[in-house]
């Protein structure tokens, strides 16, 4: 059976002698790859075509990864600027009533805070968890700045006075009210990122702090568990 491309093929045979890649004839003249492919078995390249073949593919190659990045980069950027509207729009539901904030404080602790210690204390690496944490302990329990205490966490190469200086500044609490940093020696010889501040361990005394918060976290969770009928925001 006679191809319905075969009348094309004198000048798919020319532009391939002339070094064209499969893929250009292909576009210029509309005729599929396969039908291309075979016709081409008979037809030789020289060295310097194939090299020159190789090289564009080559380049082609690049150029398709860079597009195929910022494709990606552009469907991450749309799934986080979705993200960040569904998140404010959420937010806006939201009133300042303090048993929000408590219960949000209740969620933190029971991921993040100590279940051990003889008080209530929280361990973070991220300042705007723990600028929230002393926060709302200020704003839920009234505990004053006298009342708590923070310890770094740090690295071998990380200077203690300069930690201690951010954290302060951070947290907005006077450089009297850090103990001494503990320094992990496991970290000798590997240099530390520049944005990583180590940890500070804030602590407030009150034990009462944190079995209300773990009550108030543990007695939700049991809520929600219990009760499958809650709504979806949609």
């Known amino acids: 059976m006679k191809s319905r491309w075969a009348n094309q093929k004198p000048a798919a045979i020319i532009l391939r002698r002339k070094g064209n ?3 250009s004839i292909e576009t210029m003249l509309g005729i599929p790859r396969s039908t291309l492919s075979g016709w081409f078995r ?8 194939q090299q020159n073949l190789k090289k564009r593919w080559e380049q082609g190659l690049v150029k398709a990864r860079v597009k195929a990045v910022h494709w990606h980069n552009a469907q991450k950027n749309a799934r986080l600027e979705k993200a960040a509207q569904m998140g404010a729009e959420t937010l806006k539901h939201l009133s300042n009533d303090a048993a929000i ?11 993040e805070g100590s279940k051990t210690h003889d008080g209530t204390s929280l361990g973070s690496s991220d300042p705007r968890i723990a600028k929230f944490f002393v926060r709302s302990l200020s704003k839920i329990y009234n505990v004053s700045t006298e009342n708590i205490r923070c310890y770094l966490h740090l690295r071998a190469d990380q200077n203690v006075e300069k930690m201690k200086r951010y954290w302060s500044h951070e947290l907005r609490l006077p450089l009297s009210n850090f103990g001494k940093a503990s320094i992990d020696k496991r970290t000798e010889g590997r240099p530390t990122y520049p944005h990583y501040k180590g940890v500070c361990l804030i602590e407030c005394g009150r034990v ?11 007695g939700f969770c049991d809520k929600i ?10």
């Open 42 to 49: 008979s037809v030789p390249l020289t060295k310097r075509q």
């Open 101 to 111: 904030l408590e219960l949000a404080l209740a969620f933190l602790y029971l991921g």
């Open 21 to 23: 890649s499969i893929g």
């Open 208 to 218: 009462d702090i944190r079995r209300r918060l773990m009550y108030i976290a543990n």
């Open 225 to 234: 568990v219990q009760n499958p009928e809650i709504s979806s925001g949609g």
